[in-house]
């Protein structure tokens, strides 16, 4: 089964428009971190956020903020005002504490366009 | 303060060859991990360094192999290259040298392998 699901392969959003990426997890360890990278078409995947499942208030970082929902095990990413700098892929992870040593395990991604 | 680096950037082997990938952490950073990205397999795990010693190791054959330096550099090889080996080898560092959920990894640019 999937750890990690990204049901979005694709999307196209204005500029200016705000945009949320949807991610669902499965774990059964308590104890585990959830993360946004972000892959240009240079290759390099850019660290965005991070969640961990006992922190109280929801992540943000600047138009990045992660709409996290525990009992669903949902962690959506919203970007703010979208740029046309922002058109990427797009991918949700997740760390589990108990079973690091699979490092990170990341979702299918979701390749998302900002048109002007 | 200067990223992770990886060289080469790109590479072309032939099948039966082998190869060895670079990467220099950012520094201060102990902990270097490995991915392999394919369109068909997404992001996959292949091991983390930290202390030169190996501590998570994913689900590949034992013709993919790592080392750490004293110094956090590691190289990664990949021994009888194979077709499917082509993809884009990302690296990793992380600061926290313990293992468990908040453990946030700061990628490269990746080498691209391909494998004719």
């Known amino acids: 089964a999937q750890k990690i699901t990204q049901t979005q392969p694709g999307m196209f959003v204005q500029e200016k428009e705000a945009v949320t990426l949807d991610c669902t997890y499965d774990?059964?360890?308590?104890?585990?971190?959830l993360f946004w990278y972000k892959q240009p078409s240079s290759g390099e995947m850019i660290f965005l956020i991070y969640?961990?499942?006992?922190?109280?208030q929801n992540a943000t970082e600047g138009r990045y903020s992660l709409n996290f929902q525990k009992a669903r095990k949902s962690a959506n990413l919203v970007i703010s005002a979208s740029q046309l700098g922002d058109s990427a892929m797009y991918f949700c992870?997740?760390?589990?504490?108990?079973?690091?040593?699979?490092?990170?395990?990341f979702g299918k991604g979701t390749h998302l366009i900002i048109q002007p | 303060k200067a990223g992770v680096t990886q060289t080469p950037r790109y590479l072309i082997k032939t099948r039966g060859q082998q190869v060895t990938l670079s990467c220099s952490p950012i520094?201060?950073?102990?902990?270097v991990s490995w991915y392999q990205q394919t369109p068909g397999q997404g992001l996959q795990f292949l091991f983390e360094?930290?202390?030169?010693?190996?501590?998570n190791k994913g689900n590949f054959p034992g013709r993919f192999s790592g080392r750490q330096f004293s110094n956090s550099r590691s190289e990664m090889n990949v021994s009888t290259l194979e077709l499917g080996d082509s993809a884009l080898y990302l690296c990793?560092?992380?600061?926290?040298?313990?293992?468990?959920?908040?453990?946030?990894?700061?990628f490269g640019a990746g080498t691209r392998l391909s494998v004719l």
């Open positions: 990793a560092s992380s600061a926290d040298g313990r293992e468990g959920a908040k453990n946030i990894q700061y």
């Open positions: 774990t059964s360890d308590p104890s585990y971190g």
């Open positions: 969640q961990g499942s006992y922190d109280q």
């Open positions: 992870a997740m760390r589990e504490s108990r079973g690091g040593a699979d490092g990170l395990t």
């Open positions: 520094s201060g950073h102990r902990s």
């Open positions: 360094y930290f202390s030169e010693t190996q501590r």
